[in-house]
């Protein structure tokens, strides 16, 4: 299932694609409901050509449906986020990599951040996702794009703190 999702950031769109090739910003998402404090892997900059590639660990922490309960283990729904960040082209390319059901769930996109105005920003989610579970295959989709919706609206809260205050104010 193709999707895109829009939140608006109320920060300046360069200081909000900068926060997410800075390994400390990946802390102040712990406060995020649905996923356990994220572990940043690795993180690689390129100042000269203004690319960051970082890999960040996830855990779900929220709750699933007796449904999908029955077929997937809440307890295995980890992945890595593997992400490239250009800061001249305000995007985020990612690719979201399972530790477990590799073979049954693919998501991978990008993050754009459009200015909205001063110290405004549009960030513009949108990506393929796709989960290959006989019946309950799309409403796991669903479950998760739900999920993705609610994250980008908590996500932009902490971005915008972030972008305003800088590194040291989480």
């Known amino acids: 299932m193709r999707f895109r999702l829009e939140q608006t950031v109320q920060a300046d769109p360069d200081a909000a694609v900068a926060a997410f090739a800075t390994p400390a910003f ?48 809440p307890a295995k729904l980890t992945w890595v986020d593997h992400s490239e960040v250009d800061l001249t082209a305000r995007t985020v ?10 073979s ?21 989610m949108s ?15 669903r479950a998760i794009l739900s999920g993705l919706r609610e994250q980008l609206v908590a996500e932009a809260a902490i971005l915008a703190r972030w972008a305003t205050r800088g590194p040291g104010a989480e």
Not at 127 to 141: A, H, K, N
């Open 26 to 73: 990946y802390a102040a998402l712990g406060e995020l409901r649905a996923i356990s404090p994220p572990r940043v892997v690795s993180c690689d900059r390129d100042d000269v050509r203004q690319l960051a590639h970082i890999a960040v660990a996830y855990a779900f922490a929220g709750d699933l449906s007796p449904a999908v309960r029955a077929v997937v283990d």
């Open 93 to 102: 390319r990612f690719e979201m990599v399972p530790d477990h059901y590799q």
């Open 104 to 124: 049954r769930f693919r998501c991978e996109g990008r993050y754009r951040f459009v200015g909205a105005g001063p110290g405004r920003c549009t960030q513009e």
């Open 127 to 141: 990506g393929e996702l796709s989960v290959r579970y006989p019946l309950v295959g799309p409403v796991v989709e």
